[in-house]
């Protein structure tokens, strides 16, 4: 996976607005993607997935797009709440869930 | 809660010690895999076991070694423990090697 040192990139966003969290992959093979969510002092719990076949994927208040062209996936997060703070992680889930992950965003989410 | 659990919770270790990591997986699923996650970044995938046998390996050297029993726990070895060796090790179980793969909340190893 991609290493982003010590320090994880954060994002502050307002109760209530829309986040939006973003990945490179390096694969261009890649033909899966998920994406987890990590609270502290738990594993990482999945959100939603989509596959190479796809751009857009919606789910429960999130949103993935794919741009295969750049190699670049999004998270969108409607309406975010305090509930939502944790670290996110996207996943290339290339073989058989042996899952190469990028390096994470912390979402901050301000009450 | 994922019906995946590890232990121990946390555990401090010795350089040049060895270790034993152990995973339980939810019921039924077959497939378990590990990963460490060092502070601060994303989980590295390590291995993984399928119906008792090594499916896959990451870029970890031989000291990282594990197995499968024949419920489908898992237990994940690391022999002469280094410093960077401290890191959340993280265990995911899954039906089969297609399906959701569900985390463990991961054993923080700390090396001194």
């Known amino acids: 996976g991609e290493s982003v040192g010590l320090h994880l990139p954060t994002l502050s966003v307002q109760e209530g607005d829309n986040s939006i969290i973003n990945c490179a992959y390096s694969?261009?093979?890649?033909?899966?993607f998920i994406w987890y969510k990590q609270e502290s002092g738990k594993g990482p719990q999945f959100i939603i997935d989509?596959?190479?076949?796809?751009d857009k994927r919606q789910g429960q208040r999130v949103t993935v797009l794919l741009n295969k062209t750049v190699k670049h996936l999004s998270l969108q997060i409607a309406a975010t709440q305090p509930g939502d703070s944790a670290v996110y992680f996207c996943?290339?889930?290339?073989?058989?869930?042996?899952?190469?992950f990028g390096g994470g965003t912390r979402l901050m989410v301000k009450p | 809660e994922t019906g995946v659990t590890q232990s121990p919770t946390h555990l401090i270790k010795t350089r040049g010690q060895q270790v034993t990591l152990r995973c339980s997986s939810q019921?039924?699923?077959?497939?378990v895999s590990w990963y460490q996650q060092a502070l601060g970044q994303g989980p590295q995938f390590i291995f993984q076991?399928?119906?008792?046998?090594?499916?896959g390996r990451g870029n970890f050297p031989p000291r990282f070694s594990g197995l499968q029993f024949p419920n489908y726990s898992s237990e994940l070895n690391v022999n002469a423990l280094e410093l960077d060796d401290s890191a959340l090790y993280l265990c995911?179980?899954?039906?089969?090697?297609?399906?959701?793969?569900?985390f463990g909340q991961g054993t923080r190893l700390t090396v001194v």
């Open positions: 989509i596959r190479s076949n796809m």
């Open positions: 996943a290339e889930n290339n073989a058989g869930n042996m899952l190469t």
């Open positions: 076991y399928y119906r008792e046998e090594e499916n």
């Open positions: 019921s039924g699923h077959n497939t």
């Open positions: 694969n261009s093979a890649s033909d899966y």
């Open positions: 995911a179980s899954s039906l089969d090697r297609t399906a959701e793969a569900f």
